[in-house]
């Protein structure tokens, strides 16, 4: 079963990660387009987000079922520091993973707009954030 939860862990890891660095490609590759193009192509674009919803899912339910499988206290102990990291930029990551969707429904509802700006620079601190809590993952479990 633990083998189980770590596959999946790891496909919610792909979908996760890959969502970050697909949505950067994406806005790169449509700088030179008109704003008004380019924000009509981010927003039929975002679809791309649920795979990251997914992702997050995955990582958040297998996390917790290894966890509990390990034993809490043992995995925190097994961890140390690094995996205490993890699980704090996990919690701030999700935070500000809901105001990414928030400004994604709302860009959607308003056809761009105010928060469409926004998410451009909220997508990069995520992305910058997940690949944080792959490294101190990579610490605490080497």
């Given at each position: 079963m633990y083998t189980?939860?770590?596959?999946?862990?790891?496909?919610?890891?792909?979908?996760?990660?890959?969502?970050?660095?697909?949505?950067?490609?994406?806005?790169?590759?449509?700088?030179d387009l008109s704003p008004t193009d380019r924000s009509a192509f981010m927003l039929r674009a975002s679809v791309v987000g649920k795979?990251?919803?997914?992702?997050?899912?995955?990582?958040?339910?297998?996390?917790?079922?290894?966890?509990v499988m390990r034993g809490v206290p043992a995995t925190l102990a097994w961890g140390g520091g690094a995996f205490h990291a993890k699980?704090?930029?996990?919690?701030?990551?999700?935070?500000?993973?809901?105001?990414?969707?928030?400004?994604?429904?709302?860009?959607?509802?308003?056809?761009?707009?105010?928060?469409m700006t926004k998410i451009p620079t909220v997508s990069r601190i995520l992305l910058a954030m997940s690949l944080a809590i792959v490294a101190c993952a990579v610490v605490a479990f080497h």
């Open positions: 189980a939860l770590l596959f999946f862990h790891f496909i919610g890891l792909a979908l996760g990660v890959g969502t970050g660095f697909a949505t950067l490609v994406l806005g790169l590759a449509t700088r795979n990251g919803s997914v992702g997050l899912l995955l990582l958040i339910a297998t996390g917790l079922g290894m966890m699980l704090g930029l996990v919690v701030v990551f999700s935070l500000l993973f809901g105001f990414l969707q928030s400004l994604v429904a709302k860009a959607k509802r308003e056809g761009g707009g105010p928060a």
